[in-house]
């Protein structure tokens, strides 16, 4: 079975203070796919960043960074110097892939998300 | 620019009388999904097609159908909502493949009085 967990239920913190958000996942699959996506109070949810399970590079995209480790399966997100347009529920998610491509086997495994309030 | 859309952004609707949530996509992707994300809660799979085959996820209620007229559209129509029903439905899409990220639209807030 997948799972995503993301412990961290809320986290509040002052404008321009870096925050890390935590992602520990569970798989069997060999190859899988791990995504962030973020959800501001306006409901749709926004894809981030996609990392595929041979690639463990970290990456930087602004002020936003990521922290693929697979020995302790974690795929954290860290968002520096934070502003109050950060706030919104950020959301890891897994999707695994079948040995041969099951028709309709597509789905993403969500964890409960992080609701990231960043105060002025 | 390419989108996914759904309308309507609120939907009201009385116990059990039917209702339809459309989304519409410029992305020509061939995958669609439906989910169901309650308040405080992770999106909720209900369904997907892969081109014109639907998918239904095991727990997904009776009461929850889908269709897909063509490419660009996709409809979830709830045939007797319940109070239970409330929540906010969003519609994604995504290319075929593996490792595709999902693109959502804004999503739909169905309220059942």
């Known amino acids: 079975a997948q799972k995503v967990t993301q412990a961290q239920t809320e986290i509040s913190v002052v404008e321009k203070e870096d925050v890390t958000l935590d992602c520990v996942y569970e798989t069997r699959d060999t190859t899988y796919y791990l995504f962030w996506y973020k959800q501001p109070p306006s409901g749709e949810l926004v894809f981030l960043i996609r990392r595929n399970s041979f690639d463990e590079q970290n990456e930087i995209s602004g002020r936003y960074s990521w922290n693929f480790q697979k020995s302790t399966s974690s795929f954290n997100f860290t968002i520096t110097a934070s502003q109050v347009v950060d706030s919104a529920v950020y959301f890891c998610a897994l999707r695994g892939v079948q040995p041969l491509i099951i028709q309709g086997a597509q789905k993403l495994v969500f964890g409960q998300g992080t609701r990231l309030t960043i105060n002025p | 620019d390419a989108m996914v859309i759904q309308n309507p952004r609120y939907q009201v609707t009385q116990f059990g009388k039917p209702v339809t949530l459309s989304c519409s996509q410029t992305l020509n992707h061939n995958v669609m999904y439906w989910y169901q994300q309650k308040s405080s809660q992770a999106p909720k799979l209900l369904f997907h097609?892969?081109?014109?085959?639907?998918?239904n996820e095991a727990d997904t209620p009776d009461n929850f159908q889908s269709r897909r007229p063509n490419t660009s559209f996709c409809f979830l129509d709830i045939r007797s909502p319940g109070l239970g029903d409330a929540a906010m439905y969003l519609c994604?899409?995504?290319?075929?493949?593996?490792?595709?990220?999902?693109?959502f639209g804004p999503g739909t807030r169905l309220t059942v009085t």
């Open positions: 097609y892969y081109d014109k085959d639907f998918n």
């Open positions: 994604a899409t995504s290319r075929d493949g593996e490792g595709y990220e999902q693109y």
